[in-house]
């Protein structure tokens, strides 16, 4: 049966920028209600007012920074508090960092790792039970095809989209027998902000896809008779990680270490 859109709220997580906005504007599209969730409080009220006007459907803001402990809990009383009932999440909230790891700032690795893995395990443990009883809805969790291969130079990033794909897939397993849809999305290279971010252009490796391109792939995936507990997005993707499966794995990290130029 295909998604069930129109009816449900969608809460996405890095709502201010690149995915986010993609996601946010196609679940609008299609009639959902949404909950914008990053700290950039002027990005969330300017997409939540034009989704408002060209979709006349409800969007909530909620300017929050989900690295601090506790982010997803927070962020459920909240919205129960604003009696807001959710039956979608996207967790898409994350970042990157580019260069040896022995070089990667403290505090930067301490932010990388609540925001991309303990906010993402959080909000899903806080909102899972609201959305296994209504069904109508999914859990996306945004991972990415660094997931399937250590990175070098991108070592911690790749190390917590590893954590993604894995606890998704597994969430999967444990929820088979309801009607939510869980799904880890591993997307290659995205025309984002995120290489800003990161701070190099040499942390772009293969051809690069569009947001709408990601999204609208997780959505195809979504409306299947079974949704799959992880796609990676993009043929050229998809065929590099079958055959990273395949070669020995110090084959396969040189190889990721030179596309990344460690």
Do not use: C
């Amino acid at each position: 049966m295909p998604m069930t859109y129109r009816g449900t709220t969608a809460l996405i997580t890095g709502a201010s920028s690149g995915l986010g906005v993609e996601f946010a504007r196609q679940w609008a599209r299609l009639g959902a209600d949404v909950v914008l969730v990053a700290r950039r409080r002027d990005r969330l009220d300017a997409l939540a007012d034009d989704l408002v006007a060209r979709h006349r459907i409800t969007a909530t803001v909620v300017d929050a920074d989900l690295a601090r402990p506790g982010a997803g809990q927070r962020l459920h009383t909240e919205l129960t508090d604003r009696n807001v009932s959710v039956q979608t999440v996207v967790n898409n909230a994350g970042f990157g960092g580019y260069g040896p790891f022995r070089e990667q700032d403290p505090d930067e690795i301490a932010r990388m790792i609540q925001l991309n893995t303990g906010a993402l395990a959080d909000i899903t443990r806080a909102f899972l039970p609201d959305l296994m009883a209504d069904g109508r809805g999914a859990l996306v969790n945004v991972a990415s095809t660094a997931a399937y291969q250590p990175t070098p130079n991108m070592a911690l990033y790749g190390a917590t989209k590893a954590f993604v794909l894995s606890l998704t897939e597994a969430v999967a397993h444990e929820t088979r027998r309801s009607s939510l849809r869980v799904l880890a999305v591993s997307p290659g290279t995205t025309r984002t902000e995120f290489f800003d971010v990161v701070g190099s252009q040499d942390a772009m490796v293969g051809r690069a896809a569009t947001a709408e391109d990601v999204v609208t792939a997780t959505r195809r995936a979504l409306d299947r008779d079974s949704t799959p507990p992880s796609i990676v997005t993009g043929l050229g993707n998809r065929l590099t990680t079958v055959a990273t499966s395949l070669l020995p794995r110090r084959v396969v990290v040189a190889a990721t270490g030179q596309a990344l130029k460690a």
